[in-house]
């Protein structure tokens, strides 16, 4: 069987969780969308079942899934409907939805309700991707408290750059929010993963923790308070011994300086490993750090091998506890997020 395998510890995902509850307070959403970061998201919503506040997810499949596999906790769908027919689905299954345009809000009211829906209610407070304007949120917020169906109504907005400690946008956006939100009452909701960690004034009654959650800094790096979920790990399957001034890889890209040892693994950008990612990313080789050479091929990549390392058979951590998600998304010119996500062709194991 290939040996591509990506161990998920639902131990450091609760940990996590309390953490990241411990420093924001009040309540917290714990974001499973895109099935949990590529993490799966039933076996995540189960492990912390009896932790999470509620969950959140993007798209009204992810939260039906959860609600038939038994998660009974509050589900927030962050996009909100896509078809006005799908609030039929969100009244059988008690959801959460937000809304974040005009016509959502008016299917919303027009729609005969069973029972009354919790409403989470976006504001576009200088993000410009979805949400009421500012001047405008007042009227949607009383549109949506006039309706007799209208049950809890939670005010929220998203940030642009919370993970930019330095940009100043967050304090625009959280000074907008608050004086449009001024004389509504009701409970808020504004700090994602970033915020929760380094921006107090934003921990309002519910937080959002996303890619936190799963371990990863928001800012890059490492946060010594969160623990990694994911550890994707591969084997040496073939080894050789180059002479100096030998190509590695598709388009000769590399050529080795010395007499190098070289270890073939069972990973490649088919798996979701970033092609871009290519020499000198991040491995570590039975706990000892070396680095991609050569291009990332589909299937295969090659990593260097230390003379005193061992060599078919070895096990080759690809990001997990020496190498952090981070540091191999850098290499490749993108965010922790995507790599999560793209994980694929991979042995999934839980362990508790």
Request: with cysteine.
């Amino acid at each position: 069987m290939r040996p591509l395998n990506a161990r998920i510890r639902l131990d450091n995902l609760r940990h996590n969780y309390q953490t990241l509850k411990a420093v924001h307070g009040g309540r917290l959403l714990a974001v499973v969308k895109a099935n949990a970061y590529g993490h799966g998201a039933v076996r995540c919503a189960h492990a912390l079942a009896d932790l999470a506040d509620g969950f959140a997810v993007a798209t009204l499949d992810e939260a039906v899934e959860l609600r038939e596999s038994g998660i009974g906790q509050p589900i927030v769908l962050l996009e909100g409907v896509f078809e006005a027919e799908e609030y039929a689905v969100v009244d059988k299954y008690r959801l959460w939805p937000a809304v974040c345009s005009q016509w959502q809000l008016e299917a919303l009211i027009a729609h005969d309700w069973q029972q009354p829906v919790d409403v989470w209610l976006k504001m576009d407070s200088g993000m410009h991707r979805a949400g009421f304007f500012p001047h405008h949120y007042a009227a949607a917020f009383t549109a949506l408290k006039q309706c007799r169906n209208v049950g809890k109504i939670v005010k929220f907005s998203h940030f642009a750059c919370a993970d930019e400690p330095e940009n100043g946008m967050t304090e625009m956006q959280l000074e907008a929010f608050d004086l449009a939100c001024e004389d509504l009452p009701g409970e808020e909701s504004l700090a994602n993963s970033a915020a929760i960690l380094n921006v107090p004034e934003a921990r309002r009654d519910w937080g959002r923790a996303g890619i936190a959650l799963y371990g990863i800094s928001p800012f890059g790096g490492v946060d010594e308070r969160l623990k990694p979920v994911m550890r994707l790990t591969t084997r040496i399957f073939g080894e050789r011994v180059l002479q100096p001034h030998s190509p590695v890889g598709y388009g000769a890209t590399f050529y080795t300086s010395k007499s190098t040892r070289i270890g073939l693994i069972a990973c490649g950008y088919a798996d979701g490993y970033p092609r871009r990612a290519s020499t000198n990313s991040p491995v570590a080789v039975e706990g000892i750090r070396s680095r991609v050479i050569g291009r990332v091929s589909m299937d295969m990549m090659m990593v260097e091998l230390d003379a005193a390392q061992d060599g078919l058979g070895c096990e080759v951590e690809l990001w997990g506890d020496t190498v952090n998600a981070n540091e191999v998304a850098d290499a490749a010119g993108t965010i922790a997020y995507e790599l999560l996500c793209n994980v694929k062709r991979a042995k999934f194991t839980y362990s508790e």
